[in-house]
């Protein structure tokens, strides 16, 4: 147990070193700073809520910085989209946090938050799914036949409605290799940034999502390119957070330590895999994420008197971390596997690069 | 580095159901989801348990 002098908490460090390299394999992989997994397992450590913002925002800051630096190495970021996405993403953080501010003076924040988290989180989930696992099926498919594949494919139609919006000025995105509508991308930006400025996260979990099923980006370059809105969005919040007195700074310094390792980790490994096995992680996050979400809800909802419930969010918020871990070390060991011509299951091997 | 698809796989190979799990995605998806929910309960109730 270390005595965080500043936050008035005991924790064991190990435990912090853990969910900074667990989160930080996820964050890498599936380009997510990780927010809605890290600040409620913070409060289950016994931080208050707004010293558990503090201490993710900072040290997502720095993971975000750790895994934008190697996804540049693998040629993952697409500029372009990317500083064109940021006015509009700051716009619609503002935006939320107005209409959560108009919500709290009513008196029905926290409610209307877990209500729309489960909503949006369950439709992502429900979308990315369905549509990956009709991708994967392709994959598959096109492997049987012995035909060359790619990295990437998706089989979502919006990309094609989104890319004919003929709207003056066009953006040539060289990297995600998108012509698009300037418009386009701010109006992803808006949405993205509202939906993450109202929900009190960074929102790498919407944008990853819409700039591969609305802007058309493949899901590498949407990883690389979201974790560059992470660092200027996780960088101010440090900031923010910083000058009001949230962050304790030895607890951001244990998560950092091990989410150093766990960025390069996840951020190496989309290098094995294809797109559709990022989009399964990705969908799996949130659908554990949801529950997680659904339990706190009806713990919420229950006046707070069914303590099993509460057990329960915690216990989803813990195990989803380790879960996705594992399984993004799975396929990296499959990976590897593959690559030397060892018995991986069938259904890894349109999921991983020979 | 071991991950715990490496004792899965060395397992799998004297053990049919176990295979059959692997070899199904939804099957590998609750192995390792009833392990990580099992490795969680143990660090909620050796260390947490008095926090929350």
Known sequence: ?354 | MTTPGADFVAKAKGNGLLKSLINSMWGFWLLLLAFSLGLAAIVYFIWLKGNI
């Open chain 1, 1 to 354: 147990m270390f005595n965080f002098m500043i936050a008035g908490v005991q924790a064991p460090i190990f435990l912090l070193v853990f969910v900074g390299f667990t989160v930080g394999i996820v964050g890498g992989f599936i380009g997510v700073g990780g927010g809605y997994m890290v600040t409620p397992a913070l409060i289950v450590f016994g931080f208050p809520g707004y010293m558990a913002s503090g201490i993710d925002m900072t040290h997502i800051a720095g993971k975000g910085l750790v895994s934008t630096l190697r996804h540049r190495q693998l040629g993952n970021i697409d500029w372009t989209l990317a500083l064109s996405m940021v006015a509009g993403t700051m716009l619609g953080v503002e935006l939320g946090v107005r209409t959560l501010v108009y919500f709290k003076n009513i008196g029905v924040a926290g409610v209307v938050l877990l209500v729309t988290s489960v909503v949006v989180m369950f439709s992502l989930f429900l979308y990315t799914q369905i549509e990956t696992r009709r991708s994967h099926r392709q994959l598959k498919a096109l492997k049987n036949e012995g035909r060359e594949i790619g990295r990437e494919l998706h089989t979502s139609s919006l990309p094609k409605f989104f890319q004919s919006i003929n709207l003056a000025p066009i953006v040539r995105c060289r990297t995600a290799r998108v012509v698009v509508s300037m418009w386009v991308i701010v109006l992803v930006g808006v949405v993205t940034g509202f939906l993450a400025g109202f929900l009190g996260v960074g929102g790498g979990f919407i944008r990853v999502p819409a700039l591969v099923y609305l802007v058309g980006a493949s899901t590498h370059i949407a990883v690389g390119t979201d974790l560059v809105e992470i660092v200027f969005s996780g960088g101010y919040g440090a900031l923010r957070h910083s000058i009001e007195g949230h962050v304790d700074m030895m607890a951001v310094v244990f998560m950092i330590s091990g989410a150093l390792f766990g960025a390069q980790i996840g951020s190496i490994a989309t290098a094995y895999v294809r797109g559709p096995a990022i989009r399964y992680v990705l969908s799996y996050s949130l659908i554990l994420a949801t529950f997680g979400a659904v339990m706190r809800l009806l713990y919420v909802l229950t006046g707070q008197k069914v303590e099993w419930l509460s057990l329960v969010a915690v216990m989803l918020t813990l195990g989803e971390m380790i879960f996705l871990c594992l399984f993004i070390m799975s396929l990296l060991y499959f990976a590897r596997r593959h690559k030397r011509g060892a018995w991986v299951p069938d259904w890894v091997k349109s999921l991983v690069t020979t």
